[in-house]
């Protein structure tokens, strides 16, 4: 029988946990602009996340939330199964599974790319906030990390090391002075991803829009949905919420990209100029290291 643990949200659980009841939203895909409609809806133990294209024959429609299933990079991190259904830009939405500690959950969706919404994981958190969450009867698994494993690109360097709980650290740097050279970290508690990342939106440069949207990109980015710089300044009236939300961003896109381990790890990530082609390169090290991790149900 499964226990209701919905208050409060995101509370570390000696379950696993789903959904208490189905939640949805409507949007337009940051890159095709194309309408969309997510609801997510309750699954079993063990089952993780699951995409489900609803517009795809029902014998073809299914994509598990995995590094295998990753087929590009590109300014998002893109899921295809064998069957050719697609789902595009998830790591906002499976950040927001990871952060409030929701297990189990199928997303159904009717389009190939996942509503942007805010621009972060807000809105998405908020929905599973008011669902609500339940306990079921199974342990938690978690991705234990054993030794350090790292993946490097030039100056770029992602690791991931041994270490209680899960804990990130990133770095960027970019010519703006706007942005300049930030560091951010997190530590995963319920309800810190609340707190101190779900908020930071994704950013964009203004000189590169128009080659983006000629590439059939970035067509529903707004300044409602995404931070847009120009030079050495910011053009959302608003302005930023923190000084370090570009940095604290690519730590929500952490978070979503990792979630696509299986389940949550338990170890320590560090980041230098990381990106989503790094973070996939990073779990594909790690599942091909087999003494580098194991699968735990610890509940420490």
């Not at 209701?4 to 009841?21: F, K, N």
């Not at 998830?90 to 805010?118: F, K, S």
């Not at 990530?269 to 973070?279: D, F, K, L, R």
Request: charged share 20%.
């Amino acid at each position: 029988m499964a226990k209701d643990v919905r208050s409060p949200p995101g509370q570390s659980s000696a379950r696993q946990t789903t959904l208490a009841a189905p939640c949805e939203a409507t949007g337009v895909g940051l890159h095709t602009g194309a309408p969309v409609r997510v609801r997510l809806v309750p699954a079993a133990p063990g089952g993780g996340v699951r995409f489900i294209r609803t517009d795809f024959p029902a014998a073809k429609r299914v994509i598990p939330a995995r590094a295998e299933h990753v087929t590009t990079t590109r300014l998002g991190t893109n899921l295809e199964n064998a069957d050719g259904a697609s789902v595009a830009t998830v790591e906002h939405l499976l950040a927001a599974c990871i952060g409030v500690g929701l297990d189990n959950v199928d997303v159904e969706i009717d389009g190939p790319e996942t509503p942007i919404l805010d621009g972060c994981s807000a809105a998405y958190l908020a929905m599973i906030e008011t669902a609500g969450l339940v306990e079921q009867d199974a342990r938690p698994r978690r991705l234990r990390v054993l030794r350090k494993v790292e993946a490097t690109d030039g100056a770029k360097r992602v690791a991931l090391h041994p270490g209680e709980g899960y804990s990130l650290d990133v770095t960027i740097e970019f010519g703006s002075a706007v942005i300049g050279r930030q560091s951010a970290a997190f530590t995963w508690a319920p309800g810190a991803f609340g707190r101190e990342i779900a908020w930071a939106r994704t950013f964009g440069f203004a000189s590169e829009i128009e080659q983006l949207q000629a590439m059939g990109l970035a067509r529903g980015g707004s300044l409602a949905n995404a931070i847009l710089v120009d030079g050495d300044r910011v053009l959302n009236p608003g302005g930023l919420a923190a000084p370090d939300e570009f940095a604290r961003h690519k730590l929500l896109d952490v978070i979503g990209d990792l979630a696509l381990a299986g389940a949550r790890i338990e170890g320590r990530y560090e980041g230098v100029q990381p990106g989503h082609a790094m973070n996939i390169s990073l779990l594909r090290t790690l599942f091909a290291e087999a003494d580098a991790w194991e699968w735990s149900t610890s509940t420490a």
